[in-house]
């Protein structure tokens, strides 16, 4: 299109009068919001003509506008489309509030999540922590266990059971004497726990004459879970018996506590 | 992006008027269509002016002149979202309106006008007879240049823009040909802008 021919035609001042067809008017639009230059040319020529037409107003109007603005709000023909803009304005400025309420809304469930998280992988960590413990105890209980099974399993370990005595006919014990290494494991699953204050002493006996050698307490008794206690035996013990002392040991058993009693069969 | 044209619309508020209506009018009309009233108040500020000059050239009763150019800023706050700029010019559809209410007016039976040389007059009488113009018109200066005008381009204004003739009316009117009213017409608007643009 030969924009300069299109311009100095004469359309742009009719098209600015409106005094083109509906048809002929939409084309000079489109035109104008392509071509820049048309645009200028169409600018100029409604600033000329709006200095025309103002050079023809008997006054300035300015002090109109009050009187317009009150009929704005008022005029019932006015009403309903007065309504809409003012709701878009609202919107508008709503919209800006509704975002930031939104964003704060949007912040605090986000917090609130994140503290809950943190809570949840604490808690997370804390039974992975226990998990832990009890998966070592378990392995320290196994280990145990095939040691126990180890020392009984040995072919110089020798049973001697324990019977029960006078004060506790129901108690029992065992004790696994290993000869080779002097070492005397004493099973004391079958003992009752001993009263507050008190503890058993594990004696080594030899007969003609009747000598007690104490092997030691059973530390803890309460605490340890399969109640099997090693001590060291050097002793060519011929009995093993368990008393109930009080707190520290004895350095003669009391022998009306003796618990269990049992003698070493001979080789 | 609303937020964004909210604040766009108030910042431009503080332009300068001349500012407004080239560069900042696309989104100040779109400000108008959504019912800001400060939009309004520039929209009136830009317009009302030339609204009231085409207006008074058709009543020719300032009173009266004054009444239709409230009730045609009523009409332009209330059709404003009508308004599509894929159809015309905003100025072109203020004048539209202005005409129309205008020669409703003077049509009306409440309207009794003495002057019944309505026919013959336009506004280069108007324009002669005035002694008070707005600060924004080199009134002598267009005064001079009015006088220098052709009549033949005083007549072709007058009808083509004042009065909102078509190009047959005008020919008829004038008995010029059809098809010379769009290039005269164009001569006459760049004898106009010479002496109103710098």
């Known amino acids: ?267 | 992006m609303p937020l964004f044209i909210f604040l766009h619309g108030s910042l431009s508020y503080f332009y300068p008027a001349s500012h407004y209506i080239f560069m900042q009018q696309d989104a100040l009309i779109l400000e108008l269509q959504k019912g800001n009233e400060r939009a309004f108040e520039r929209i009136y500020h830009l317009y009302s002016e030339s609204t009231y000059g085409i207006i008074f050239t058709i009543i020719r009763d300032e009173k009266v002149a004054e009444e239709v150019l409230q009730d045609v800023f009523l009409k332009i706050w209330d059709k404003a979202p009508s308004y599509n700029s894929d159809k015309g010019r905003f100025f072109t559809w203020i004048l539209n309106i202005a005409r129309n209410a205008s020669i409703d007016k003077i049509r009306s039976k409440d309207f009794k006008n003495d002057q019944q040389n309505l026919k013959t007059d336009n506004f280069v009488d108007i324009l002669e007879a005035k002694t008070n113009f707005s600060e924004a018109v080199d009134s002598i200066g267009l005064k001079k240049y009015i006088d220098a005008l052709k009549p033949v381009c005083k007549k072709l204004i007058d009808y083509l823009f004042f009065k909102g003739y078509t190009q047959k009316e005008t020919s008829e009117e004038l008995d010029i040909p059809l098809g010379t009213v769009k290039t005269r017409n164009r001569v006459c608007i760049d004898k106009l802008r010479a002496m109103v643009i710098k």
Request: glycine share 4%; hydrophobic share 40%.
């Open chain 1, 1 to 267: 299109m030969d924009i300069q021919k299109y311009i100095s035609s004469g359309i742009l001042e009719l098209y600015v009068y409106g005094a083109l067809s509906e048809k002929e008017s939409s084309e000079v639009s489109h035109v104008l919001k392509e071509y820049p230059e048309v645009k200028a040319e169409v600018e100029e020529i409604e600033k000329a003509l709006l200095t025309l037409s103002a050079a023809t107003a008997p006054n300035n109007a300015e002090h109109l506008i009050s009187s317009i603005k009150e009929k704005l709000s008022k005029s019932p023909t006015g009403t309903a489309p007065v309504a809409t803009p003012v709701r878009s304005i609202n919107w508008i400025t709503y919209s800006g509030w509704a975002a930031s309420l939104l964003l704060l809304i949007g912040l605090f469930v986000f917090f609130n999540r994140t503290s809950e998280l943190r809570e949840e992988l604490q808690a997370a960590n804390a039974r992975n922590v226990q998990m832990e413990e009890q998966i070592a105890n378990a392995r320290e209980d196994a280990e145990k266990a095939e040691e126990l099974l180890a020392v009984i399993r040995d072919r110089n370990v020798q049973r001697i059971p324990l019977k029960g005595q006078q004060v506790a006919p129901e108690a029992f014990a065992s004790v696994y004497w290993n000869t080779q290494e002097n070492t005397a494991y004493i099973d004391a699953k079958e003992l009752p726990e001993p009263p507050r204050g008190k503890v058993y002493q594990v004696w080594s006996l030899t007969m003609q004459p009747l000598t007690p050698t104490s092997l030691g307490l059973l530390a803890n008794f309460e605490a340890d879970d399969n109640k099997v206690f090693s001590l060291e035996n050097p002793n060519q013990s011929e009995a093993f018996g368990i008393t109930l002392e009080p707190e520290g040991g004895s350095e003669t058993p009391t022998m009306d506590q003796l618990y269990v009693l049992g003698t070493v069969a001979a080789p």
